[in-house]
């Protein structure tokens, strides 16, 4: 059972590891032709059951919702008949949107259900915005000051009435706000980005070679 | 004085939401048409590398975003699109987002009959593959491997004549990536550009700009068209105006109504503080 459980899949992680990180330094050609075309199509393979299982747990979860009829189980139901209506009118346009200039009826639940659903609820955002930045944001530290001033220089550059704004009001600096907000954005921004992505980097080697090496195996699960 | 101040203080939300309403419906309604956009060296990267290409050069556009994202990329890729096609480039359209194929599929076809292009001759629609980077190093050796078939009609590749010396990425003029997240703009330059050297230009989200900037300063991008405000400026740039301009009124106002309103609760809070104790 170990060896199922444990070495085997430790195995295949220290094999395809090595072998993937050995791609970047042998000839390009003999890594893309011969190792890297057939790891594309694994991966493929492997995201595909990935999202068969992703799907067998939604339904799975979703069902012991309804049995207990836990708080809200009702809207459990509709993941199943969204599911089943989505799956009908694909199979029925064959996959295809719109046939032509007319919008298939699978076409019609992306347009008309799921474009506007979505895009709903992301707009939603925009009133918790205002209404928390009103009730929250106290200019109390200097951390929340200089936070302020990057905000206000910011909107202020990157919207047409702060340009013309700025330009009334504060025409005698000589300093176009485009100037602030591109030296913001390209000096202090970028230079806190950059620390940001090579830790991140560094911490995705450190990790990798964890796994890599076995030293890592949350991934696998308690057992 | 103090009742007031305490009232402002804990004002209903639902007046904060009435004023985000007024102040985004009433410019769309009618449009101020703010003067004011100015033209930055990222949006002039994208228009200039296209601008560059010689006519029929095969272009490769991704659109990696979901309808969540619509407001701020369509636009961009709209723009992008329209001067591909009046400039007489070919354009590939893919998604690397399982919730992508709609809006890819509908911007590359109402754009394409805009100027009336042929599908197979002048654009093709490759669809959505899984994989995300997987994909992106699939198609930097061999693109039929990853997409055998089109999206729309579901021939091979190899039988439209817009595919012809198209074999992996490197073959196109310009790959651009319209990217909300991962797999995005990061995946097209660690596991695209930077391995197989093509030119890469980007589109993305407000919040993703800060972000997305050291990949221009270090040129693995060639331009880049930050949220509706780059969607605007290019819009200009192909003096087409259209939904990001009329778009930027609303931003303009709404983004004036956040800094209004954090001011007035900060200077209520100090006058409350040192002048009415």
């Given at each position: ?21 050995a ?35 939604l ?28 799956v ?7 996959g ?125 699960g308690?057992d | 004085?103090?009742?007031?101040f ?6 209903d ?25 100015k ?22 556009v ?28 070919k ?168 800094l ?18």
């Open positions: 059972m170990m060896l199922i459980k444990r070495y085997i899949p430790l195995a295949i992680v220290f094999v395809f590891g090595i072998m993937t990180l791609t970047y330094y042998i000839p390009p050609k003999l890594a893309q032709d011969y190792y890297l075309e057939t790891m594309n199509k694994w991966i493929n393979i492997v995201a595909a059951f990935a999202f068969l299982l992703a799907l067998l747990s339904f799975y979860s979703h069902y012991n919702k309804i049995k207990r009829k836990v708080d809200g189980w009702g809207y459990s139901i509709f993941v199943y008949i969204g599911f089943l209506v989505v009908v009118c694909a199979i029925k346009s064959e295809q949107l719109m046939t032509g200039p007319a919008l298939t009826s699978l076409g019609w639940i992306f347009r008309f259900l799921y474009n506007t659903l979505s895009a709903s609820m992301f707009a939603v955002l925009a009133y918790y915005i205002v209404s928390t930045a009103f009730r929250s944001f106290r200019i109390k530290t200097l951390q929340a000051f200089v936070l302020f001033m990057a905000a206000l220089f910011f909107i202020i550059g990157k919207v047409p009435l702060g340009n013309v704004l700025w330009n009334k009001l504060f025409f005698w600096t000589n300093v176009s706000i485009s100037q602030v907000t591109d030296w913001i954005i390209n000096v202090p921004s970028v230079a806190a980005k950059r620390g940001i992505m090579i830790g991140i980097a560094v911490g995705a080697i450190v990790t990798s070679l964890k796994i890599i090496f076995g030293i890592e195996r949350q991934y696998m308690k | 004085m103090k009742n007031f305490d009232k402002l203080l804990k004002l939300r639902r007046i904060l939401f009435l004023l985000v309403v007024f102040v985004i419906v009433f410019p769309i309604f009618k449009p101020l048409k703010l003067p004011g956009i033209i930055t060296d990222a949006v002039k990267g994208v228009y200039n590398t296209i601008e560059s290409l010689p006519e029929n050069s095969v272009i490769l991704s659109f990696d975003f979901d309808p969540a994202s619509k407001p701020e990329l369509y636009p961009m890729a709209v723009a992008v699109l329209r001067h591909a096609f009046k400039k007489n480039l354009v590939i359209g893919m998604t690397l987002w399982a919730t992508g194929p709609g809006i890819a599929d509908e911007i590359i076809t109402m754009t394409a009959r805009e100027y009336k292009k042929e599908y197979g001759k002048d654009y093709l629609y490759f669809g959505y593959q899984v994989g995300g980077y997987a994909v992106i190093t699939g198609m930097g050796t061999d693109i039929y491997k990853i997409f055998s078939k089109d999206a729309k009609k579901g021939s091979p590749l190899e039988t439209f004549p817009v595919m012809q010396g198209i074999k992996s990425l490197k073959n196109f003029a310009y790959v651009i990536d319209f990217g909300a997240g991962d797999p995005g703009i990061d995946t097209w330059i660690a596991y695209g550009a930077d391995k197989f050297g093509f030119k890469l230009g980007a589109g993305c989200t407000a919040v993703n700009e800060a972000p997305t900037r050291p990949y221009l300063q270090t040129k693995q991008l060639t331009g880049l068209i930050p949220a509706m405000k780059g969607a605007s400026e290019y819009e200009i740039l192909i003096k087409a105006p259209d939904k990001a301009s009329a778009g930027m009124d609303a931003i303009g106002l709404g983004h004036f109504l956040i209004f309103l954090v001011i007035l609760a900060n200077v209520v809070l100090i006058v409350q503080k040192y002048l009415l104790t």
